[in-house]
T-cell receptor, first 114, second 115 residues
Framework: QKEVEQDPGPLSVPEGAIVSLNCTYS??????FMWYRQYSRKGPELLMY????GNKEDGRFTAQVDKSSKYISLFIRDSQPSDSATYLC??????????????FGKGTLLTVNP | DSGVTQTPKHLITATGQRVTLRCSPR?????VYWYQQSLDQGLQFLIQ???????AKGNILERFSAQQFPDLHSELNLSSLELGDSALYFC??????????????FGEGSWLTVV
């Protein structure tokens, strides 16, 4: 079982739709959770950063973490064509040794159609 | 612009050759990370340096090595290159290690093609 599972999609939605992206994980030590957006052949760009369980909202983006279910989500409201990209979840235990590394999902390719 | 600078952006080289990828972290960041991204494997952590010292190691091959210099820039050396080494190589940096709640910021990557 991979440490982080993410449906690769592709996911295609009309402009204005609400998008839901999800990841599951198996390592209960993870406590820092992030979402990155990556445009084609560009570096991943940090979108959302949350610690432990709960919700965090930033503009059209909402990140949710449910540690009891080992499940994280990213919601995009009023999606725009400019949101078309690959979305990567990432997580870290944030403690010593090899736990310093971020473990990424494989990414979900999202296309928002005008 | 994340502030992390990587060179070269693209390079094509032959099997068996050696290349060096260079990274300048964001101003003030002490930690540098190297990641490899291929279509089938996704983003794979290779290695982390913190203020010149190796801090964590991931799936880095023995043919690959890295170092962080006193001015905090880092180099990733890839030798005896194979076709399967073709990938995007990303450098990332953070102020300290992730344990303090920071996250990492990525450069634009170096696209390596081995022919």
């Amino acid at each position: 079982q991979k440490e982080v599972e993410q449906d690769p999609g592709p996911l295609s939605v009309p402009e204005g739709a609400i998008v839901s992206l999800n990841c599951t994980y198996s390592n209960s030590a993870f406590q820092y959770f992030m979402w990155y957006r990556q445009y084609s052949r560009k570096g991943p760009e940090l979108l959302m950063y949350t610690y432990s369980s709960g919700n965090k909202e930033d503009g059209r983006f909402t990140a949710q973490v449910d540690k009891s279910s080992k499940y994280i989500s990213l919601f995009i409201r009023d999606s725009q064509p400019s949101d078309s990209a690959t979305y990567l979840c990432a997580m870290s235990a944030g403690s010593g040794g090899s736990n310093y590394k971020l473990t990424f999902g494989k990414g979900t390719l999202l296309t928002v159609n005008p | 612009d994340s502030g992390v600078t990587q060179t070269p952006k693209h390079l094509i080289t032959a099997t068996g050759q050696r290349v060096t990828l260079r990274c300048s972290p964001r101003s003030g960041d002490l930690s540098v990370y190297w990641y490899q991204q291929s279509l089938d494997q996704g983003l794979q952590f290779l290695i982390q340096y913190y203020n010149g010292e190796e801090r964590a190691k991931g799936n880095i091959l023995e043919r690959f090595s890295a170092q962080q210099f006193p001015d905090l820039h880092s180099e990733l050396n890839l030798s005896s290159l194979e076709l399967g080494d073709s990938a995007l190589y990303f450098c990332a940096s953070s102020p300290t290690s992730l344990g303090s709640g920071n996250t990492i910021y990525f450069g634009e990557g170096s696209w390596l093609t081995v022919v």
